[in-house]
């Protein structure tokens, strides 16, 4: 059985970093990309981040360009989230997801409903 689990979650100050892990487990496990998600609470579930391991391509929304870098090692089935100075309004709860295959015609996986597979979530509390 394949299981995402992430952490590094917490309670931090505006202006702060964290760095988020999530870790794919699983004898059966591939993935064409992993991404990231977040949920604050009363609000839809909205893109972060993905990276495509095929080509190390990222892609960020708009709200944390410049802010957030994703990385990770395929190999492993391990995936991070750098989070610098963040932000009351990043305060979420942080999904990693997983999609098996590739996308045709080729678009980034930026869509909840693109993804397979998903973590628990760990929360992210920025105080001001």
């Known amino acids: 059985q394949v299981q995402l689990v992430e952490s590094g979650g917490g309670l931090v100050q505006a202006g702060d970093s964290l760095r988020l892990s999530c870790a794919a487990s699983?004898?059966?496990?591939?993935?064409?990309?992993m991404g990231w998600f977040r949920q604050a609470p009363g609000k839809e579930r909205e893109f972060v981040a993905t990276?495509?391991?095929?080509?190390?391509?990222?892609y960020y929304a708009d709200s944390v360009k410049g802010r957030f870098t994703i990385s990770g090692d395929n190999a492993k089935n391990t995936v991070y989230l750098q989070m610098n100075s963040l932000k009351p309004e990043d305060t979420a709860v942080y999904y990693c997801a997983s999609r098996r295959t590739y996308i045709f015609p080729f678009s980034a996986p930026r869509r909840p409903e693109d993804y397979d597979q998903w973590g628990q979530g760990t929360q992210v509390t920025v105080s001001s």
């Open positions: 990276i495509i391991w095929s080509s190390i391509i990222t």
């Open positions: 699983g004898r059966t496990f591939s993935s064409y990309a």
